[in-house]
């Protein structure tokens, strides 16, 4: 049974780097055709989709958002990371990480860390 | 960029009820249309898969239809446990996209 856990701090200051951590186990980052994703929820809100890593290398963001993030992954840990730069009070939310797999011909999230709140404010 | 818009936002329902949320994509995304069920608190949790598909161990009550641009959920006697909100996710393109979700409340 895979299993994601996100961690980081729960406080950013405003204009800083936030920077979380999922850890995925019971299964390798490393094999098969998986989708790695940050995925984001501010308070009694919707679902933002913000960028994904694939195990075969590449990474693809949310235009929104690309000037701001990048996403890298530690295989040796078995686990990604978010970076953020340039935070405001906007970026305040739930952040959630998620694997997507293949389900016919297309992919869906089907494994969610529990996610990390994540509150900027000085 | 392909939006996705739910509707409606909200509804109240009775256990028992059949009730019916629409997606609807700015552009086509054939049928890679998902479907994911939130409880409070909770994390978002995979209902159904390219339109239509049930994914393992979700209640047969849940269906979904559709393709290209329109796509429903449909659950049929509603239940208690049903309450919740919804979210339609298109998996077609990058970036992918969810839409604003519905939420199912007690009548």
């Known amino acids: 049974q895979v299993q994601l856990q996100e961690s980081g701090p729960g406080l950013v200051k405003p204009s800083q780097t936030l920077s979380l951590t999922c850890t995925v186990s019971g299964g390798s980052i490393r094999s098969g055709s998986y989708y790695w994703n940050w995925i984001r929820q501010p308070a009694g809100k919707g679902l933002e989709w913000i960028g994904r890593f694939y195990s075969g290398g590449s990474t693809n963001y949310n235009p929104s958002l690309k000037s701001r993030v990048s996403i890298s992954v530690d295989k040796s840990k078995n686990q990604f990371s978010l970076n953020l730069s340039s935070v405001t009070a906007a970026d305040t939310a739930m952040y959630y990480c998620?694997?997507?797999?293949?389900?016919?011909?297309?992919?869906?999230?089907?494994?969610w860390g529990q996610g990390t709140l994540v509150t900027v404010s000085s | 960029d392909i939006q996705m818009t739910q509707s409606p936002t909200s509804l109240s329902a009775s256990v028992g009820d059949r009730v019916t949320i629409t997606c609807r994509a700015s552009?086509?995304?054939?049928?890679?249309l998902n479907w994911y069920q939130q409880k409070p608190g909770k994390v978002p949790k995979l209902l159904i898969y390219t339109a239509s598909s049930l994914q393992s161990g979700v209640p047969s009550r849940f269906s979904g239809s559709g393709s290209g641009t329109d796509f429903t959920l449909t659950i049929s006697d509603l239940q208690l446990e049903d309450f919740a909100t919804y979210y339609c996710?298109?998996?077609?393109?990058?970036?992918?996209?969810f839409g604003q979700g519905t939420k199912v409340e007690i009548k």
């Open positions: 996710q298109q998996s077609y393109s990058t970036p992918w996209a």
């Open positions: 998620a694997r997507a797999s293949n389900y016919g011909n297309t992919k869906a999230l089907d494994y």
């Open positions: 552009q086509s995304v054939s049928s890679y």
